[in-house]
């Protein structure tokens, strides 16, 4: 069965917070150029040829996985994982739309340069 999945419904029954932080990530994304939002079962994939971050929604904030070609070191990164010789998976928390700092739209920036 084919299940079609919206935006929209990702933000059921969370604070409002969670939907006005993911509008801050997804204003910075589209700041870079051209992005897709491609709504699946358990995110929300930001997509510029190929998807550059993964957006989860929790109750009161998001888990935002981006890719890198380094590892990146910093605490705000609660897990990372080696995919491949040159690329690196990390999941950062963001609870707020003041989150969406100058240092995650630099993270964001190399994910969407990898992903063209």
């Not at 990164?77 to 240092?103: L, T």
Request: charged letters at 30%; proline letters at 2%.
């Amino acid at each position: 069965m084919n299940m079609a999945y919206s935006v929209k419904d990702h933000f059921a029954n969370k604070e409002p917070e969670v939907k006005a932080t993911y509008d801050a990530i997804v204003k910075a994304a589209k700041q870079l150029g051209t992005v897709k939002e491609e709504a699946k079962k358990t995110s929300i994939h930001l997509v510029r040829k190929s998807a550059f971050a993964g957006v989860a929604t929790r109750r009161n904030g998001l888990i935002l996985t981006l890719k890198s070609e380094v590892e990146v070191e910093n605490s705000r990164i609660h897990r990372r994982e080696k995919a491949s010789a040159s690329r690196w998976y990390f999941e950062v928390r963001v609870d707020s739309p003041v989150a969406v700092d100058s240092e995650l739209k630099a993270w964001l920036k190399a994910s969407y340069e990898i992903s063209g």
